[in-house]
């Protein structure tokens, strides 16, 4: 076996090793199992290293080693090495035969016999050796040019002929994509069998007419039935007639659904075979080959065949020989051919194809590849235009694209995936052309703008358009620009969509600028200008940002950005404009739905619809499997899953073991909640199936069933029954295999039972829920009903023993006269009286208020200002604007809309066309405001210094910011308001608290924000004016906001005193159910004559009972609460005075620091042990009076039990002290029982005080408290403790340490708490040199460590007095007017002093024995690490950052500048650098100040009067020699700045508009 013997299958050539060559020629092993040589996979390597595998197309990532780097396929290298091993050992044999032959005696031929006696001399002996011996070398030497020539011809061939068929692939795939050019051009053409069908449309639309004229007839008809006065407003003949009026179907031609059209597609195989032939061949130099299979005679049982088949046959059939065979059998010289033409068809559909003569720019093949690669880029790159112009509008065309870049929603680039492979051969056509030596630019170069460029992205060199120019020395763009003097431009990737800037600060050297660019000469644009942009501008059809004002958010760019990514997506294409496409993404989901981009940001409330959208027509969601009915009249037993009311509650049976099988299933395929998941839903829709969030644990089955905003949707437990409002990101798809059981909550009701009111009242709802819900109960089903019905049933309590009968829970309440029993007698009879009860109080309430019938229909004709309250105060209509807690609610009346219309048509006409007017703004003043494009009413709340003024909304109530360019004078006659200040009665803050807490003002701003509700008055001289609102909930019945606030725990009722009134007898005629408390002991007093009255005839009457006053239950007793009580807790162990290490576990409001040792941490868990067990099971909730109580047991949020102090009792909520850890909290009564657990064991948390420091105002205030929390908790501090107290019980007396730093000092510091003059001295803080020691000690301090020289601080450098100018530079700029200068002209000095440079040097070269900052104080000197590692002086100013770590503020005195460090980086400065001045002085500049009107977007945050731009621009004006005048000392360094030419350097910021004159 030789070394050729195993080669490359790419290219043909043997794999060699190593030893062989400098470089061998390996076999590696690809991702995919392929092998390829190094030479091939080194071609094949892609710059961002990977290697697409030529067989297969699988991509394999290579390391830093390249290709190299791969797995080397050990099989052939040992094949590779055993075949060289052979064959130099059969060289060797050969070598040795070849010398035994020659040199042995009996290797000799034989000598004839006359000769045998003829003697050979030495001398001839040893001419035949070295002729020998010279053969021998001759023959070797043939021997290896013949094994060379042998494998280099088949190694040749090989190459040659895979390069050859190389080539034919390429053009094969190049003709195929050709044909399905045409195959879309030919579909394209269909577009003329509208007009075909052109009469069947028109009898559509007829048909729709006639549908849209009796629709609405129809519910013409259905309103005048409702509303009888209404058909005054119409004609009824015509509705009539319209609708008696029968449809003739003979009057609609149908003829269309038969129609057919004459078009046909016809191939013309002979012309074809004549086309490819002209067009598909190869060239040997400059003569046409073609081969022989084109002239072998058609086949018998061919010839027969249909001539497209034929045709396709000898194409195939020529593909497949010409791999097969040599060159000397494939090709010869052309011969002519002819075929027979057809009969042309009816209608021929065709493309013309311009080609260009064979001898135009180059020959043969190579010529024809590439005009066939440029006319498939000019057609491909025209396939949205033909799209667009040949496809009706109502239907979108789709194409496979990948998102390149993005801006907004409306304006983002794409390329279309078909177009991979072309671009990956125009990125080598453009590295080639930037490898080239004249593609650099060179000083005679110019670029102007709108020119084609190379430029270097990710390792390639792509094409790019110059956008802007900036020439050095010039702050505008500039057309043109010579290569040397170009500072920074903008150039636009027309193949990606993007824009990107360049900067260079080269003086005159172009390598910069070659680094990053190269120019396209006139060959490279000739040859690149058929190839079109491949990033298609495209714009998301019909959508808007949600807020017009702000424009679209970066939310909306990045939302955009994860749901598509790199992925391929669906792009339909709707239409054409301008430039831009309008198109719809759909990204393929799990279920092979699309999901529609336009439709998930209109979900995720980033953007808008512009227009109505029509829902697309198709097939509805999958949907559950209704739940399965019980057999009547049997019993079963099932769990009440939920509770509306006992008319309104779900059950699930029990008998099934399936839905746990089913649960456990979920729970595993959609794992732990917030985990990402493909199956995420993006934009669900109504009526969806899905799988939702159960309390934040388990996945169940769910449905959509309502979008209340804010990315929430509104799911129902298929299930369970319940419904929840959940976050989007709490929904998943849901899977086929979980469709198979059918919804397991059965939606019932109490068969025979009806409320005793109108509604359930909550009474009977709670006893109802308490006895089902989540229990076992017996169910009967007595009536089958269909499934959107409510199926009626009855429900009995399981007994616990057999030998009782089951009790019916309907019963029970009824026996608790929570319901009432449904009978066939009282529904025969009750009927007249019912609709008597139903309609009197209307009739009632319009004698007594008519003005509520309707609103006023005459309005008064001059405008109303102001508001002004109806005669009626009860059961107004209004519109809830703005709340800010329970006692601040702004509403509108409804009935002043027409008012409210007039005032704002009134300010748009006066103020649409105004003038900005120079007006001094104050606070209270009067004004129209343009707000969001809308004048309205407002008024000055405050105005900045940057021109931005707070103003109040008079007809809304809530504050805007708005610049006094959106401000006019507001007319006298439009002052005023029509808004209501409003306040709920009858309630107040829960909690004991005087003011509302943030989460009932945040809860009902949410619930009430622009809502309409009905509004009753209770006193309108008060204010803000005392009111009751009601709301309808999802059911439609009005609901008390008060009553809701109260229900869920953030309001309690207001306590009042109410006076019994005198014993009367019950009123029974007399009632009033709508009248309020107050006046229904009005209407009580004026009826008491009349009901005297009646009690009188009664008695003297025979007793009957009356049916317009029920008899009412007895009055309920509530048994009086238990009395307990316990004792507290013994307090704990308190550590001894010194240094101890603590762990900090709570701070209390008022300051105290709970705080635990190492070893009553170890005890806390040991503890946690013995408590649960303890109590196991949760006790029976007693009704305890909870003032004797002081120990008792907790159960905490992790459902385990602790120890606690009773602190005070809130309504239904314990306040409780963890005695372990000092954690208070409200706990509810249920989980807390009043019971001492381990009262052996100690208290485990230790009060304690900070010691030194006064709170300020006597106690710590609450921003207090919370910077001590953000400093303490959970965390490990070293704490000294300083004096015990003389009550066990009471707050040990502390000092904390904070790396370093006491907490005392950090409180002082931020201004909490003051310095206690008893304990601790003011002089303990600040800085101060040290004191000597008075007292006469002898004490040998030797070996001590030195006191810590206190130092002062820096001095600023000597300025020249004022008028005189000086050379200065600056050093450091905060903004525009505020910048630090560096003097030039400093006073001579010693030349033997060291410098500070020098100095620092000297500090920097050794920089260990530098010791470490331990002091910080305000202003203190020190030396600070900067970024180059070296150390420079500095100054404090402040502590930073407190959580995790601290860290300090610190400026640059020598620069100006202001870093933020560790106290690590932080060292002691040593005395000889005191002495220095600073070299950075902090001045004003005088002459100029921030614009009064400033429209620019980007500001400086920490200035934000100031504009970016302003600063750039004042960076460019501060360079060069500048020179100073000091204009003023007091109170702040004031200088002006003159530039080289003697002139106010800030003037061309004022030119520019960026400044103002000051």
């Keep these: ?83 060289k091993m052979n064959t130099k050992k059969r060289s060797r044999e050969g070598e040795k035969q070849r010398a035994r032959r020659f040199r042995s005696p009996s290797a000799s031929p034989p000598v004839p016999t006359e000769q045998l006696n003829t003697e050979v001399g030495p001398d001839m002996l040893k001419v035949l050796d070295e002729a020998l011996c010279k053969a021998t070398e001759n023959l070797n030497t043939l021997d290896s040019l013949h094994q060379t020539l042998a494998t280099g011809i088949q190694a040749q061939l090989r190459t040659e002929k895979s390069r050859i068929t190389k080539e034919i692939e390429d053009c094969i795939e190049k003709a195929i994509g050709i044909l399905h050019k045409r195959r879309s051009v030919l579909m394209s053409e269909l577009s003329s069998l ?240 930037c490898s080239e030596e004249h593609s650099r630019f060179t000083h005679g170069d110019e670029i102007k703008t709108g020119t084609l460029v190379f430029v270097r992205w990710n390792d390639d060199w792509r094409r ?49 600028l070659n680094e990053c660019l190269r120019k396209a000469d006139i060959a490279a644009q000739a040859e690149l200008h058929c190839w079109a942009p491949q990033a298609i501008k495209c714009s998301l059809r019909d959508i808007i940002p949600s807020d017009l004002v702000k424009g679209w958010s970066r939310e909306a760019r990045e939302e955009m950005r994860r749901v598509i990514g790199s992925s391929a997506v669906e792009m ?45 027509s198709g097939s509805k969601p999958l949907q559950f499997y209704p739940p399965v009915y019980p057999k009547l009249n049997t019993e079963l037993h099932a769990v009440v899953s939920h509770v509306n009311t006992p008319s309104d509650f779900y059950i699930q049976l029990v008998d099934t073991m399936e839905f746990l099988l089913l649960n456990s299933k979920l729970q595993d395929c959609y794992g732990p909640p917030g985990s990402q998941s493909e199956l995420q839903i993006y934009c669900p829709c109504m009526g969806q199936a899905c799988v939702a969030l159960y309390d934040k644990k388990d996945w169940c089955r769910a449905e959509v069933t309502g979008f209340p905003g804010g990315r929430m949707v509104e799911v129902r437990y298929v299930d369970f029954g319940n419904r929840k409002t959940l976050s989007v990101n709490d929904l998943r798809q849901i899977k086929d295999e979980f469709f198979a059981l059918p919804a397991m909550a059965l939606w019932c009701s109490l068969v025979d039972v009806l409320s005793v009111g109108d509604t359930w009242s909550e009474e009977s709802i709670e006893v109802f829920r308490k006895m089902t819900e989540q229990n076992l109960v017996t169910v009967v089903v007595t009536k089958l009903v269909p499934h959107s019905a409510v199926l009626p049933v009855c429900l009995y309590e399981v007994s616990k023993r057999f030998t009782e009968p089951p009790v019916s829970i309907g019963e029970i309440l009824v026996r608790k006269r929570l319901a009432s029993l449904v009978t066939k007698p009282v529904q025969l009879e009750e009927p007249p009286l019912l609709d008597a009860a139903v309609w009197d109080p209307p009739l009632t309430e319009e004698l007594v208020c008519p003005d509520e019938q309707s609103p006023p229909i005459d309005e008064p004709s001059e405008l109303q200002a102001n508001l002004t309250l109806p005669t009626c105060l009860k059961d107004l209509r209004v519109r809830v604007t703005h709340v800010t807690s329970p006692g601040h609610i702004c509403v509108q009346l409804l009935q002043f809309d027409n008012q409210l219309k007039r005032v704002h048509d009134l300010l748009k006409s006066e103020y649409l066309k105004s003038d900005l007017q120079e007006v001094d703004w104050k606070v209270e003043m009067s004004c129209a405001a343009n707000v969001n494009g809308v004048w309205e009413r407002g008024k000055v709340c405050s105005v900045s210094s940057s021109n931005v003024s707070e103003v109040l909304r008079c007809d809304f109530g809530n504050t805007v910011k708005l610049h006094i360019s959106n401000l006019r004078p507001l007319l006298p006659e439009l002052v005023g308001s029509l808004l209501l200040d409003c306040c709920l009665s009858d309630i107040r803050p829960a909690g004991g608290r005087a003011t509302w807490t943030a989460t009932a003002c945040d809860f009902i701003s949410y619930y009430l924000t622009g809502a309409t509700a009905v509004m009753t008055i209770k006193d309108p001289s008060a204010r803000p004016v005392p009111v009751s609102l009601f709301c309808p909930n999802r059911s439609g019945q009005d609901v008390s906001i008060a009553d809701f606030l109260i229900s869920e725990g953030l309001a309690l009722r207001e306590r009042s005193i109410r006076v019994p009134p005198a014993p009367k007898p019950a009123p029974v005629v007399c009632e009033e159910p709508s009248a309020g408390s107050g006046d229904a002991l009005l209407m009580q007093d004026k009826c008491v004559p009349a009901l005297e009255e009646v009690q009188t005839e009664i008695q003297n009457e025979t007793p009957v009972p009356s049916r317009s006053c029920p008899p009412r239950p007895a009055p309920r007793t509530t048994p009086p609460p238990e009395k307990v009580k316990t004792q507290a807790y013994q307090p704990p162990e308190l550590p001894p005075c010194g240094h101890t290490r603590m762990s900090i576990s709570a701070v209390s409001d008022d300051g105290v620091i709970y ?108 921003d207090a408290v919370a910077l001590m929390k953000e400093l303490l908790l959970g965390r490990s501090v070293n704490v000294q403790i300083m004096e015990l107290p003389e009550n066990p019980r009471g707050s040990v007396t502390v000092e904390i340490i904070l790396d370093g730093m006491a907490l005392s000092r950090i409180m002082v510091y931020h201004q909490h708490a003051t310095i206690d003059p008893l304990s601790s001295s003011p002089e303990d803080y600040v800085v101060k040199p040290p004191v000597p020691d008075l007292d006469d000690w002898d004490l040998n301090t030797e070996g001590l460590e030195e006191l810590q020289t206190i130092l002062g601080v820096y001095t600023n450098p000597v300025l020249p007095d004022k008028g005189k100018q000086f050379r200065v530079t600056v050093k450091h700029l905060r903004t525009p007017n505020e910048v630090f200068l560096s003097l030039l002209d400093t006073p001579g000095s010693d030349q033997k002093q060291e410098s500070l440079q020098e100095a620092l040097n000297r500090v920097n070269m050794d920089t260990d024995c530098l010791p470490q900052l331990t002091d910080f104080p305000i202003e203190g000197p020190c030396l600070a690490e900067y970024s180059d590692g070296k150390y420079y002086r500095a100054k404090l100013l402040g502590f930073a950052e407190f959580n995790p770590s601290i860290k300090i503020l610190v400026r640059h005195v020598d620069f100006g500048s202001d870093d933020i460090l560790p106290p690590s980086k932080l060292r002691r400065l040593p005395l000889s650098l005191l002495h220095f001045p600073c070299e950075a002085v902090c001045v004003r500049l005088a002459g100029f100040k921030p614009p009064r009107v400033c429209l620019a977007v980007e500001r400086i945050s920490y200035r934000p009067e100031w504009s970016m731009r302003s600063m750039l621009d004042m960076i460019d004006l501060l360079h060069g020699n500048l020179s100073a005048v000091v204009t003023g000392v007091e109170p702040q360094l004031t200088v002006v700045l003159y530039n080289a030419n003697g002139t106010f350097v800030h003037v061309p910021l004022v030119e520019k508009g960026l400044a103002d004159y000051e």
């Design 1 to 83: 076996m030789s070394d050729s013997a195993v080669t490359c299958n790419n290219c043909g050539l043997p794999y060699t090793l190593p030893e062989d060559e400098v470089v061998g020629n390996v076999p590696h092993v690809l991702l995919c199992s392929h092998i390829f040589c190094t030479g091939c996979l080194r071609s094949l390597e892609s710059p961002r290293s990977f290697i697409t595998c030529p067989e297969c197309k699988m991509v394999t990532n290579v390391g830093e080693d390249g290709v190299d780097g791969l797995q080397v396929d050990s099989r052939i290298v040992g094949l590779i090495y055993t075949a």
């Design 194 to 433: 509208e007009h075909v069908f052109s009469a069947g449309r028109e009898e559509c639309r007829r048909m729709e007419e006639r549908w849209k004229e009796l629709r609405t007839a129809i519910q013409k008809a259905r309103h005048v039935c409702q509303v009888p006065s209404l058909g005054t407003y119409c004609h009824l003949d015509k509705v009539l007639e319209t609708l008696q009026t029968p449809v003739d179907m003979d009057s609609y031609d149908m003829t269309s659904l038969t129609l057919c059209s004459e078009l046909r597609c016809v191939l013309h195989v002979d012309n074809l075979t004549e086309s490819l032939s002209n067009s598909l061949y190869i060239m040997d130099g400059d003569v046409k080959l073609v081969s022989k299979m084109l002239q072998v005679p058609v086949p018998a049982e061919r010839a027969c065949s249909p001539p497209a088949r034929g045709g396709w046959e000898r194409s195939g059939e020529q593909r497949g020989r010409s791999r097969g065979r040599g060159r000397d059998d494939l090709l010869h010289l052309p011969a002519a051919a002819s075929a027979p033409k057809q009969d042309s068809p009816n209608v021929i559909i065709e493309e013309i194809i311009e080609e260009l003569d064979s001898g135009a720019e180059r020959d043969g093949m190579v010529l024809e590849a590439k005009r066939t690669q440029r006319q498939k880029v000019q057609r491909r790159n025209r396939k949205a235009l033909q799209y667009r112009g040949s496809v009706p509008q109502y239907k979108a065309l789709q194409e496979w694209v990948v998102l390149t870049h993005v801006i907004n929603p409306t304006h983002f680039y794409v390329r279309l995936v078909s177009e991979h492979n072309a671009g990956v051969v125009l990125t080598k056509k453009v590295n080639r052309a």
């Design 464 to 512: 790019a358009t110059v956008c802007e120019l900036y020439q050095k020395g010039c702050l505008e763009c500039v057309p043109q620009c010579s290569a040397a003097e170009i500072a920074r431009l903008q150039v636009f990737f027309q193949d990606y969509g993007f824009s990107k800037g360049f900067t260079f600060s080269d003086d005159g050297d172009l390598r910069g």
């Design 572 to 616: 339909h294409v709707f239409r054409e404009d301008q430039d831009t496409l309008l198109v719809d993404l759909k990204k393929a989901s799990v279920d092979d739905t699309l999901l529609s981009l336009r439709e998930h940001l209109v979900f995720m409330e980033l953007a808008r619809f512009y227009s109505p959208q029509v829902t697309p």
């Design 1155 to 1262: 705080a635990m040792t190492p070893q009553a941490e170890c005890e806390f868990e040991r503890l946690k042990e013995s408590l649960q067990q303890h109590i196991k099971t949760l006790p029976r909730q007693r009704h305890y009076n909870w003032k004797s109580v002081l120990g008792c047991a907790v159960m905490g949020s992790d459902m385990l039990w602790y120890r606690g102090q009773v602190q005070e009792v809130i309504g239904g909520h314990v306040k409780v002290r963890y005695v372990d850890q000092g954690i208070v909290e409200n706990i509810p009564v249920c989980h807390v029982y009043p019971v001492v657990l381990c009262e052996s064991v100690p208290q485990l948390s230790v009060p304690c005080q900070l010691n030194g420091v006064i709170p300020v105002g006597g106690s710590w205030q609450w």
